[in-house]
């Protein structure tokens, strides 16, 4: 697939606490992690640096989530202040998108119509909720 989906961390993959570390929000890594078995790459598009962005990737790796690149468009990119640091992506998730974040349930649903669904129904609300049903 080779399909780049640029994901933002605090507010996003995380509860906005920043420059503290936020709790996980609802299904972020497992979806993040799917999304990586269906053959996509994801870059980590984060604001963070130095010791605050080691930690927002320790995090994401404990949870199974490492990334094709990190505040770059590719491994190994250097930037040299020549260029734009814009992430060039085919996707790009991030909580202060027009119009919010969607719930996790929604984007995958959006990005995987066609697979089963990612969660596993444990309550009916909690079903209906993520998928409508």
């Not at 870059?43 to 094709?68: I, M």
Request: proline share 4%; aromatic share 12%.
């Amino acid at each position: 697939m080779d399909k780049i989906i640029a994901v933002d961390f605090d507010g996003t993959i995380v509860e906005n606490r920043y420059p503290q570390m936020g709790r996980e929000r609802a299904f972020a890594f497992q979806t993040l992690r799917e999304l990586q078995h269906k053959g996509y790459l994801l870059v980590l598009w984060t604001c963070r640096v130095g010791s605050l962005l080691d930690d927002a990737v320790e995090l994401c790796k404990k949870n199974g989530v490492e990334f094709y690149a990190v505040n770059s468009a590719y491994p190994g990119e250097v930037l040299d202040g020549n260029a734009s640091r814009k992430i060039d992506a085919d996707i790009y998730i991030d909580d202060r998108n027009f119009g919010g974040l969607p719930s996790w349930g929604e984007i995958y649903q959006a990005l995987c119509p066609e697979g089963q669904p990612l969660y596993k129904q444990q309550k009916k609300s909690l079903f209906k909720r993520l998928f409508g049903g």
